[in-house]
């Protein structure tokens, strides 16, 4: 079988890279030669291209953002695939507003959206470089806020290909962690919650949040921030926290 060609009946062409080096989609900067790396757009594309990967035997790795992903210098064989669904929309009520977004949206982006729109509680993914999908995933979180806090329903994919969703309890949210972390779903969307609120009182917080960063976190340098060995039952990085130890050097 030809790949490539079954590919480009899928996805088009300029989204379809061959022996693609992934320090180009890595924080880290670092990685080797992906076989095929696509940038897929939409539901249809993801469902042609799993059912291919599947029916063939073809390897399947998902990236985000590649901000939690550390890849070998011997690369990865058969396709990658980064999602690129970045659509949005807000319902408002009277008393709050849902926000409705696909899995590809980046974190920074939709911060600024709800800046713009006046919508709180997002303030604290302005630092964070990942995406809705990864954000989910692990229950992203910081100054005291995590994506559990927000969240309201999500629709996925299914190891099957099936589409599914779920509420907020059957996320099983645990600190960085989701019924995602150990699934073979794809994220396909999310549906957030959030309080109407002012944009001085939105820009305040992020203009503290960013300042707190430049001064805690070495950001000019390549990283996937704060990584531990976890021992099953302990989380480390918690336990750091709650001990105020963290120190960053």
């Known amino acids: ?132 999908g990864g954000a989910i995933r692990m229950n992203a979180g910081a100054y005291g806020k995590e994506m559990k806090d927000l969240v309201v329903k999500t629709k996925y994919l299914d190891e099957n290909g099936k589409i599914q969703k779920i509420n907020l309890e059957d996320h099983n949210f645990s600190y960085r962690s989701s019924r995602f972390s150990n699934e073979n779903s794809i994220i396909l969307e999310t549906t957030l919650k959030v309080p109407y609120d002012t944009k001085e009182n939105i820009q305040k917080k992020i203009t503290e949040y960013s300042k707190s960063r430049k001064e805690n976190q070495p950001l000019e340098y390549p990283s996937a921030g704060s990584t531990f060995k976890r021992k099953e039952g302990i989380i480390t990085a918690k336990l750091i926290d709650e001990c105020g130890l963290k120190v960053i050097l």
């Open 1 to 132: 079988m030809n790949i490539e060609k079954e590919l480009l009946n899928i996805v088009q062409k300029d989204r379809i890279l061959k022996d693609e080096p992934m320090k180009k989609h890595t924080s880290f900067k670092v990685g080797g030669l992906a076989d095929y790396f696509l940038i897929i757009e939409n539901e249809k594309e993801l469902k042609q291209v799993l059912k291919l990967s599947k029916q063939n035997n073809i390897p399947l790795q998902l990236v985000g953002n590649g901000t939690n992903l550390l890849v070998t210098d011997k690369g990865i064989r058969g396709i990658v695939i980064k999602l690129n669904m970045q659509n949005y929309k807000i319902e408002r009520t009277k008393d709050y507003a849902l926000i409705i977004v696909e899995a590809g949206f980046p974190l920074c982006k939709l911060a600024n959206i709800a800046l713009k729109e006046e919508l709180g509680s997002l303030e604290f993914l302005s630092g964070i470089p990942g995406t809705i």
